[in-house]
């Protein structure tokens, strides 16, 4: 008994964490093209119809480019990461949890903006796009801190700025989200939503961080992927 209790949890390969997190983030991303529909319109009034739409175009664009950049990153970070624990699994269960979630304040603020776009509905969907949007920010810099805590979950020659970067780029996230959201209430939601198509191309730009690096392989390690050892949680 004391022995399977102590082998509850162990450490494990990344395979089937990256395989969940794939699904999630396909699942996000097809959810979003939800939002574009066939616009009920007149006779001959089709064009103008989807000319009204532009708010969902954009909220589609804003969102889909986030995760997609979100999703290069989590590749990115999984390629530097050996094994798992119980604690860097609960740490990307809370960043695919903050991605599944995109979708609704999309839905939202797409809807609103079509409404008036300068309303305080509008004004309460951009703040809610904010901080579901910086609650994914903050879910990396707690992934990033599990890893700054466990390093012998990364594989041998990780660069020694990759996670200071990743926890550095995590943060300014979290304050121009929440920038936005304060600029789309108290100025123009049109502000924020600027704000929120420019960050997924600033994270797409700093993926491999601020300065040149040397990407890392997970097979550098002196195990590799294969002889990984039970660690403690």
Do not use: K
């Amino acid at each position: 008994m004391t022995e399977s209790r102590g082998r509850r949890f162990t450490r494990s390969d990344t395979t089937r964490a990256e395989a969940f997190s794939d699904g999630v983030f396909a699942i996000a991303v097809t959810i979003l093209v939800l939002e574009l529909s066939d616009p009920p319109h007149r006779p001959g009034g089709l064009a103008h119809a989807l000319l009204q739409q532009w708010p969902a175009y954009l909220g589609y664009l804003a969102s889909f480019s986030y995760v997609g950049v979100i999703w290069l990153n989590h590749h990115q970070a999984f390629a530097r990461i050996r094994s798992m624990d119980r604690g860097l699994h609960v740490a990307n269960l809370l960043l695919l949890f903050t991605t599944a979630a995109l979708p609704f304040p999309t839905g939202v603020v797409s809807g609103a903006l079509r409404e008036d776009a300068g309303g305080p509905d509008a004004r309460t969907a951009a703040a809610l796009y904010a901080c579901v949007a910086a609650a994914m920010c903050l879910s990396w810099v707690i992934l990033y801190h599990h890893l700054r805590r466990r390093t012998e979950l990364l594989a041998q020659g990780v660069e020694p700025s990759y996670l200071r970067h990743g926890t550095l780029r995590s943060w300014i996230g979290v304050g121009a989200y929440a920038v936005a959201g304060v600029l789309g209430t108290v100025l123009s939601p049109l502000v924020a939503l600027g704000i929120f198509l420019a960050l997924p191309a600033f994270y797409l730009v700093t993926s491999e961080g601020f300065g040149p690096s040397r990407p890392a392989h997970r097979g550098d390690g002196p195990l590799g992927r294969a002889g990984l050892p039970p660690g403690p949680t």
